[in-house]
């Protein structure tokens, strides 16, 4: 049996749906499992990080365990917990997302709010395997709007280019680490085949779409109003804001051969999920009455 929290998260999803397709036991964690929608013969429970007891009930019976903490700077022991709920629940393998340039000092402090989680996975005494994955190509997502409105695509982080990756290639990377012992014991540095700005994904979802799309620079201080606006905490946003200032000076320009190491093939790029998701930010026509299509027709 797999575990899988976050998992109906980004990566997470993912991963149920590709270890369902291969007919493996999963079991997906959720906080409202009514609400869930998951693959046929995966088998959904509620787990809550602030219920130790949920999550000990949900693990008991695992022998690997998918883990995603909360990224946030009062969750930084969210991961030291469920690890500790993993080991003591019989678990035999954990693998930790974590984000790349973790432990980078240029980072500041959004740089470590992963470490403990890392470290606890490295002195759990259990097979373990940190995923460190770059900036997801479904991050661009939050351009939808922006784009099926006509207007110019927002941009925090400059000219600064990162190797974006397919949250699918995250996940199929999870899976083997979940499934062999073969990758015990590895960080993986997770990146795209190549180095993007975000004007070149701009550039490529225009491709796809067959019009042109915008860029708009962000400044910094307008960022800062628009998360404080939206409740987030001061600490949350500067280190947020710190690290897209970590972008913008050069410091995630990072390309690995990770993905290829371990799936054996080269990452997708950013056009393919682009064009695997172009639907995302397309205008979606309004339905005409029939009566009104007749008389147009006429006309």
Avoid: C
Avoid at 2 to 27: D, H, K, M, N, Y
Avoid at 53 to 73: D, H, I, K, Q
Avoid at 247 to 255: M, T
């Amino acid at each position: 049996m797999i575990l899988i929290t976050g998992a109906t998260g980004t990566i997470g999803s993912e991963i149920v749906r590709q270890l369902a397709a291969r007919e493996i036991p999963v079991r997906a964690v959720t906080r409202d499992p009514a609400r869930a929608q998951a693959p046929e013969g995966v088998e959904v429970v509620r787990g809550d990080y602030g219920d130790a007891a949920s999550m000990a009930a949900a693990m008991t019976g695992a022998e690997a365990v998918f883990l995603v903490g909360v990224l946030g700077p009062d969750d930084v022991e969210t991961d030291r917990a469920l690890i500790a709920t993993a080991r003591a629940a019989g678990v035999r393998r954990i693998v930790k997302l974590s984000a790349i340039g973790t432990g980078e000092p240029d980072l500041g402090r959004v740089g470590t709010w992963h470490l403990p989680g890392e470290q606890a996975a490295r002195a759990s005494g259990l097979e373990w395997t940190v995923l460190r994955p770059s900036s997801f190509a479904s991050n661009t997502l939050s351009w939808a709007d922006p784009i099926r409105a006509g207007q110019p695509v927002p941009n925090l982080t400059g000219d600064g280019a990162q190797g974006v990756i397919d949250p699918r290639d995250v996940a199929a990377v999870a899976v083997e680490a979940l499934l062999s012992a073969a990758h015990a014991g590895h960080t993986y540095t997770l990146t795209g085949p190549e180095l993007l700005t975000a004007a070149d994904q701009a550039a490529a979802l225009a491709a796809v779409l067959g019009h042109p799309i915008e860029v708009a620079d962000i400044p910094e201080e307008l960022a800062r109003q628009h998360m404080l606006a939206a409740g987030m905490s001061g600490e949350y946003i500067d280190g947020a804001l710190a690290g897209q200032a970590y972008v913008r000076a050069g410091g995630n320009a990072v390309r690995t051969d990770d993905v290829q190491v371990v799936l054996g093939r080269t990452p997708r790029t950013y056009a393919d999920w682009a064009a695997t998701n172009a639907d995302a930010f397309r205008v979606v026509p309004e339905p005409v009455a029939p009566g009104l299509a007749r008389v147009e027709k006429q006309a």
